[in-house]
């Protein structure tokens, strides 16, 4: 069996749960159908397996290296990468006509959670692509597409995401990047640039970076921000590549993790200012930056889930085969050593494991499912969708982090000092699932965005439509799961009434106080979310199981119950616990002196 | 400051808590006072800050290598631990007779945080003899005591505890090293052990490991287990060191963290035999590993809390002087950006370091103290302490390394992308501390010794002398903690019923499904210990509050408050919850088929 993820689990989601084999019924997606999914599947997997998960460990060792000129690394990132644009994976999910593929982001997701699971590193390079080139597709003029959106899409660019300073990371308002304008219509971009993945390596021909930057005199805050082009090569009219681009790499970064993707400081403009192309219209870049954000945070959540993914099932093959001890009660010490998947502890951390890593699976796809939805259903349907993913992104981005963060440091328990050691891959997985949480905006800016935001907008619609739509599934004649399905309704009953006292009071408390503990609340509602997400795998996997199907299927439905009944006993009560705190509006940590500490 | 750990709060723990400056009245620790304590304590934070803390993150990188013939590292570590040996804190605790300063475990404890806080890989070397002297004090014969104990204490030999072997981590029932008895009375050692920290180097004159084996014809299982001290260099009877004995390094072990410390594969009898030496009685060698457990699982828990309290302290500085964004409800971008210490989502995060940190060091002193007590007290005194301390310990072990741990990631979150970059040590005290919950015991096993053994032992009489000594501290009239006494009392009345019915349970559900939660079990109850723990530190800080104290005396025992409070608010009410469920015997985990996963 794979080791990078369950292919009957993403079979169960992609068709069983999310129905992706009728996406076809959109224009869009005319002619696609199940057997175009499993066999770009099949793909994904042996390029994933042969080409990504090879060197997975040697990228984390032997980092990227800069001598002054250029930036190496072992020769196998390009291999692989450049399989995976010979496949056409760059493109899934843009247009035919941009020399795109034209899948649904369900499927572009699913794929994406493949390389990531394999090699989160060098799955890094195109995934950061994908994001600039969907951003240039949105919002690029006719240039802009021509000269670099259609290289992004045929792999030939890779592109970057530039918005952080060594000043201002989470803070955007106040980046100092200035781009001041010339005559041609061009901008010169001056200022400095942290954290930027990708910023250079020889992987591709060009790279395509997108900045934030003030224009001249534009207003303070976030209102001055504008987006802009700025390639490290130059290219001219007909496409061709010119000279370098005023764009100078600063220094490397190194993390403790996810080690292979070259993560920079970049300057730009050290000399005459680096040409930039301005994107839609000026001040309007961190608008078109949120628009974009929903993909690019549940492709950040999809990333934590892969790893959280893998962990699992190499967890779980070393639990199989290593004997260790014996049951409680058996005295006699002659007798064999069981499998460690014989031991109550050691099941539990599997199915703990298995709880976080397909929930957030489920999580992810569901949430690509509405991006779907929402670019291709009727008016009804795309403002129904958009909501749900409005109130979903925070959660999205951050559960699977938290939870499968967690699920990585069990799998190294798993295995005890064994996983501990660099001999096995679970360390590693625990190392890079530990940036998820901090990068594509840190929990507490999720849980700010959940509360402060999403929460109130829309006089409260977007958490409406999630509430509708859990107790759209809460059908208490479920057989077996009356129990799951009372406790999900009474756990979306309080948060109900926590989230409207918390909105009603907030005028009273004010907004340092109102939002004081909003990641406790994105973490409470993020285990129902899921909670809920686990009654319908369970729904299903029962409905599956009166058929009366095989053995091999039945262990696998079994395991959904097993997975949901473990979630709603051992997780789920955890939310209501946290919320009953969030009601209370304590003060302790806002009202804190920081004196004291 | 220094960022290794609060001198004021080591005072307010030794002194204003644990009145560790009366231990003068045992005639042991006479003559010896606050003065003494506190030369001591400069001493050794002076050390530890100027020799072990600046090659830290060097041994991080610049891991221990065997070219074959030797094991070589930085000279770095040597210096130090030369230092360490120079200032006589290898024999801190030990006899005055064998060379010793004759502390209080207690201070010993204190110190060790303070090195294992300063360089946790380092600090291991002399750990680790001291756990290996520790035995041989109690257990050896004369010859013992002169050959091996006497250069341990004097730290011109270093010492290791060789107990797991490759197929036999956890299930020491099954180790297979075997011990040949010899005419003269000494032993021959054939086998291979796993895990052995500080197992091969040039730091010292001479290695003793303290082996478990058996002997030829033992029982099987834990019954036929003995101990055998093996130098790696013979030692004649005049002292002088001979030849190199049988135990050949075939190993190093590459871990995730905790780099610095030489970890091997030893092979004892790949020739003709380890020469070993029986330490007391034959197939007694479990019993002794258990008797001296105690204290090195205090010690394991004290390197967690140390870990997680200088990660707190660098979060915590790094917090003061970083400015990002502005509060909630500030409009105006112009206005300064504030320190990260004004966030309230940040605030929280470091009051829950703090309250993790500081609540561990009263747990790993407090379980110290009761060390003296056992050893020192009245006969009355001693059996309450030893009962205290018989289920304190997979406490102290445990709940140390899993919320350090958090407390390690948190550090992390504050920091943002810096604190997940080489640049800072918190990503480093982070791996590190990964390791704490995993070696001396995992938590499966510290859980299954409190709930299978130390729970039931003596009908009750550990678990009721905790209950006891935590219902003496509930005092409902506390000026200002009532809410916090009234929360932990009806806590601990839960625990109570929730233990006994469980007990009651067992015989009839059986030892599997009674143990299967077991680990759930110990979070909860070391929650409502470090509850207690910081409900005592609140009294005692609200009564010197009272005496109207300096301005900085102030901040600290105003911080002491703030984080009794955080703990009560923020984490007591998870313990009620996992006890909820812990009360329903689930069997979700014990009775699950394993080929569902």
Not at 100 to 119: D, H, K, M, S
Not at 128 to 139: E, F, K, S
Not at 401 to 421: D, M, P, R, S
């Amino acid at each position: 069996m794979s080791l990078i993820l369950n292919r009957r689990d993403l079979d169960f989601l992609l068709y069983d749960f999310l129905e992706s084999d009728h996406l076809h019924h959109y224009p869009r997606f005319a002619g696609q159908g199940r057997e175009t999914y499993d066999q770009i599947i099949d793909l994904a997997f042996t390029l994933a397996e042969a080409q990504f998960q090879p060197h997975a460990a040697l990228v984390d060792v032997d980092e990227p290296r800069f001598d002054g000129e250029r930036v190496s690394m072992p020769a196998e990132v390009k291999q692989a990468l450049d399989a995976y644009v010979e496949a056409g994976f760059m493109g899934a999910g843009f247009d035919e006509e941009l020399g795109g593929l034209q899948l649904p982001c369900t499927l572009v997701q699913a794929i994406a959670a493949l390389f990531y699971a394999a090699n989160v590193s060098t799955a890094t390079y195109p995934l950061l692509t994908i994001g600039a080139a969907n951003l240039l597709a949105a919002y690029g003029d006719e240039t802009q597409r021509r000269l670099y959106l259609e290289p992004l899409v045929a792999g030939r660019y890779f592109g970057t995401m530039c918005l952080s300073e060594p000043h201002a990371g989470s803070s955007l308002a106040d980046i100092r990047t200035k781009a001041v304008p010339q005559a041609d219509g061009s901008y010169r971009l001056f200022g400095s640039k942290m954290w930027i993945s990708g910023g250079e390596h020889e992987l591709s021909e060009n790279i395509v970076h997108l900045v934030l930057a003030k224009i001249e005199g534009a207003p303070p805050g976030v209102k001055g921000i504008s987006l802009f082009a700025v390639p490290r090569l130059l290219v001219a009219g007909d496409g061709s590549l010119g000279a370098r681009n005023d764009v100078r790499l600063a220094g490397l970064n190194h993390k403790m993790g996810w080690r292979g993707i070259v993560n920079t400081v970049l300057n730009f403009g050290e000399d005459e200012g680096a040409i930039g192309s301005l994107v839609g219209e000026p001040h309007r870049g961190l608008a078109y930056m949120f628009h974009m954000m929903n993909e690019a945070r549940i492709a950040c959540g999809v990333a934590a889930v892969a790893l959280s993914y893998t962990g699992y099932l190499h967890s779980l093959d070393y639990a199989k085969t290593r004997r260790q001890g014996r049951l409680p009660g058996e005295k006699d010490p002659t007798t064999p050593m069981v499998p460690l998947t014989e031991h109550a502890d050691v099941k539990r951390m599997l199915l703990q494991q298995k709880a976080y890593a397909e929930g957030g699976l489920a999580l992810g796809l569901y949430s690509a499912s509405l991006v779907d939805l929402q670019d291709q259903g009727t008016a009804e349907e795309s403002l129904k969708a958009r909501r749900l993913l409005d109130i979903l992104t925070p959660i999205v981005k951050t559960w699977p982090a938290v939870y499968g963060l967690k699920a990585n440091e069990i799998a190294i328990q798993v295995l005890g000092g064994a996983g501990y050691t660099r001999d096995y891959p679970l360390e590693r997985f625990y190392r890079e699932n530990r940036l998820n949480a901090i990068h594509e905006g840190t929990t507490g800016i999720q849980a700010g965005d959940l509360l402060g935001r999403k929460v109130r907008q829309e006089e409260g619609a977007a958490f409406d439509a999630l509430c509708d739509a859990i107790s759209a599934d809460l059908d208490p004649l479920t057989k077996g799961l009356s129990v799951e399905t009372e406790d999900l309704a009474a756990a979306l009953g309080i948060c109900r009434q926590v989230t409207h006292d918390l909105v009603a009071a907030a005028a009273q408390v004010g907004e340092v106080r109102y939002l004081a503990n909003a990641t406790l609340y994105l973490d409470a509602i993020g285990h129902i979310v899921v909670a809920w997400l686990w009654l319908r795998q369970a729904q299903i996997a029962s409905r599956l199981l009166a058929e009366g199907p095989g053995e091999e299927e039945t262990a696998f439905l079994q395991g959904k119950l097993a997975a949901c009944r473990y979630f709603f006993r051992y997780e789920l009560p955890a939310a209501r616990t946290t919320l009953a705190l969030v009601a209370q509006i304590d003060d302790t940590c806002a009202s804190l002196d920081p004196a004291v500490l």
